[in-house]
């Protein structure tokens, strides 16, 4: 398949083309379904998605993530990219697909945190609960911890140390998300994890896991996703993006 035509035909961005021809050379097979996907056509793309009045707009955002954060299913156009077309944010978006938030390389989300601009005013941080780190049964989900030492190498130090680099770097509202359910114990897990680690820093906690408007019929299962854990364009446009905003309108109001 001619992937460079099908980009021209989707109305891909440009500069998201060379990190998809990329993605396209580790998993072909996977790539080829997200450009040939219903909800990937050029109707539902962030081009030809119009800006609207929010309550949002020139508010600086940062988003730290992985391959939901990044748009791997969706040909790069994720939830921030339709966050900035309709509600004008500016948004620091530091999303590598495959990564971990455990420190286990220097891609995981642990490193690229200094990446985002340290001097910026931040509205509010965005954090992405990794479907990666329950995929690699080497990582450990851990323990919250009782002081203020966190073991990188798991999952709870990680989501600790970033939290606590938010406060002291920004001192911004978080917004922790979670994928909608699929089929892993250890995701699970890492969900339950999560809920008890919001009672000790009180951040949002966005749990799509347990939200029954992502248990999507057959139909618009099809439309949405190009697999359990991947949305496409439209599963973005149509319904993650609304999520989104209005969790975001919440947070930077009650802040």
């Not at 800006?51 to 791997?72: C, E, M, P």
Request: hydrophobic share 35%; glycine share 6%; proline share 3%.
């Amino acid at each position: 398949m001619n992937f460079l035509e099908k980009f021209d035909d989707l109305q891909v961005p440009e500069e998201n083309i060379p990190e998809l021809l990329e993605l396209a050379g580790q998993n072909p097979e996977f790539f080829e379904k997200v450009v040939t996907a219903e909800g990937n056509s050029s109707k539902y793309s962030v081009a030809k998605t119009k800006r609207k009045a929010s309550d949002l707009v020139n508010r600086q955002i940062a988003f730290l993530g992985s391959s939901v954060t990044y748009g791997a299913g969706s040909l790069g156009d994720s939830f921030v990219d339709y966050l900035v077309k309709e509600d004008g944010i500016f948004a620091f978006k530091e999303a590598v697909s495959g990564t971990t938030l455990a420190e286990i390389n220097d891609g995981s989300y642990v490193t690229r945190l200094e990446k985002l601009p340290v001097l910026e005013k931040i509205s509010a941080f965005v954090l992405q609960l990794s479907t990666n780190d329950a995929r690699n049964e080497q990582i450990g989900i851990g323990k919250i911890s009782d002081n203020d030492k966190y073991d990188i190498t798991t999952v709870a130090g990680a989501i600790e140390y970033i939290l606590d680099y938010v406060k002291k770097t920004w001192n911004c509202p978080v917004i922790l998300f979670s994928n909608p359910k699929f089929d892993s114990e250890r995701y699970e897990q890492m969900v339950e994890m999560a809920k008890q680690l919001q009672k000790k820093w009180h951040f949002t906690f966005l749990n799509l896991y347990d939200d029954s408007k992502f248990d999507y019929s057959e139909k618009d299962y099809k439309l949405y996703m190009i697999d359990p854990i991947h949305p496409t364009r439209a599963g973005y446009k149509l319904s993650w993006t609304h999520t989104f905003e209005e969790t975001l309108n919440k947070v930077i109001e009650d802040q």
